[in-house]
């Protein structure tokens, strides 16, 4: 079982390029990966959440800290 919780957050969202899926270990043809400041969020995202961006929702499968340790770069699948 899980505890669903639901965050509000603003981040930077992009499709992998051919290379970043290259060198991403996990990535396949159509992944994202989101950039989240720290500060947004209480606790650091891991591979068992989800996140959704309007009505498709994501699985994430790698998280990263950014340079500075300012933000989290979240690695996912569409998975709708």
Do not use: C, M, N
Request: net charge negative; hydrophobic share 35%.
């Amino acid at each position: 079982t899980y505890a669903e919780t639901v965050t509000t957050v603003s981040g930077w969202l992009s499709d992998l390029t051919l290379d970043e899926i290259g060198k991403t270990e996990g990535a396949q043809s159509g992944d994202v990966q989101l950039l989240v400041r720290f500060a947004d969020l209480a606790t650091e995202p891991t591979t068992a959440d989800r996140f959704t961006v309007g009505t498709v929702e994501h699985t994430i499968y790698r998280v990263r800290r950014g340079p500075l340790d300012t933000h989290f770069v979240i690695f996912a699948h569409r998975t709708s």
